[in-house]
């Protein structure tokens, strides 16, 4: 059961405020059904200077998800290679922002109206396909 969310050190800022967006009217109600609190690393013992291999393995033993920016296979000791030796069928998913363009105020504000319906309740876009796992496509049945 995944508790909550962890940013890495370096968009600590960013995820802040696309916690800070889903805390929001409109998103309230669907990040509070989420029932995740936004940890810090200091919170759960890590610091920058963590290997990523010790902030993988925290975030897994206090069932948190990472959420980071810098997801790559440079070295053995890289965030990539520590989930392709230790990831399990168990294990939480580690999610990257690929673009930290897309965390920006100005970026976010106009995107974030656009994805719920008229009455201003139920996201759509991407969290309304969340809903549709595990189901066939329209005109697909069977």
Same mark, same amino acid.
């Given at each position: 059961m995944v508790k909550g969310l962890v940013a890495d050190a370096n968009i600590q800022g960013q *995820? !802040?405020?696309? +916690?800070?967006?889903?805390?929001?009217e409109t998103w309230a109600e669907f990040w509070q059904?989420? #029932?995740? !609190?936004?940890?810090?690393?200091? /919170? *759960? %013992?890590?610091?920058?200077?963590?290997t990523d291999l010790e902030v993988w393995s925290v975030c897994q033993s206090e069932q948190l998800i990472l959420i980071t920016d810098n997801r790559n296979l440079a070295s053995? /000791?890289?965030? !990539?290679?520590?989930?392709?030796? &230790? &990831?399990t069928p168990e294990?939480?998913? +580690?999610?990257t922002i690929a673009d930290l363009r897309v965390c920006s105020e100005r970026s976010l504000s106009p995107r974030m109206g656009a *994805?719920? &319906?008229?009455? %201003?309740?139920?996201?759509? #876009?991407p969290f309304r396909r969340l809903s549709n796992l595990g189901r066939a496509p329209r005109g697909r049945q069977g």
């Amino acid at each position: 059961m995944v508790k909550g969310l962890v940013a890495d050190a370096n968009i600590q800022g960013q *995820v !802040e405020y696309l +916690v800070q967006r889903m805390q929001a009217e409109t998103w309230a109600e669907f990040w509070q059904a989420l #029932g995740l !609190e936004l940890r810090r690393f200091e /919170d *759960v %013992g890590l610091s920058a200077s963590s290997t990523d291999l010790e902030v993988w393995s925290v975030c897994q033993s206090e069932q948190l998800i990472l959420i980071t920016d810098n997801r790559n296979l440079a070295s053995e /000791d890289s965030l !990539e290679a520590t989930i392709r030796r &230790n &990831n399990t069928p168990e294990s939480l998913p +580690v999610f990257t922002i690929a673009d930290l363009r897309v965390c920006s105020e100005r970026s976010l504000s106009p995107r974030m109206g656009a *994805v719920v &319906n008229s009455q %201003g309740r139920q996201p759509l #876009g991407p969290f309304r396909r969340l809903s549709n796992l595990g189901r066939a496509p329209r005109g697909r049945q069977g």
